[in-house]
């Protein structure tokens, strides 16, 4: 691939990646209409003729890594992992 096709490349990239910003932001718009009519209906769930919807609070049990850095670093050097990524980016 030389550069005016990694060019055409990019610009293609950039335009697939501004239609999936436009279409999660018109997702995050649907979605708060949707959660605004169960919190107006007073209810968790519903259900159509085609989709069940549900918006429920879910508690979960998450480790402070801080915390336990500052108080146990032993502990926390005994159990944490390193991890390497690589990032792609286009500017």
């Not at 879910?58 to 890594?65: E, G, M």
């Given at each position: 691939?030389?550069?005016?096709?990694?060019?055409?490349?990019?610009?293609q990239y950039?335009?697939?990646?501004?239609?999936?910003?436009?279409?999660k932001r018109e997702a995050a718009a649907i979605e708060s209409e949707v959660k605004a009519e169960l919190e107006?209906?007073?209810?968790?769930?519903?259900?159509?003729?085609?989709?069940?919807?549900?918006?429920?609070t879910?508690?979960?049990?998450?480790?402070?890594?801080k915390a336990l850095k500052e108080e146990r670093p032993e502990i926390y050097a005994r159990y944490a992992s390193a991890s390497?990524?690589?990032r792609f980016t286009v500017s």
């Open positions: 691939m030389d550069n005016l096709q990694m060019d055409e490349k990019l610009a950039r335009r697939c990646r501004r239609a999936i910003d436009d279409l107006a209906r007073g209810v968790e769930q519903a259900e159509t003729a085609h989709y069940k919807v549900s918006w429920k879910v508690a979960s049990t998450r480790l402070d890594t390497v990524t690589k």
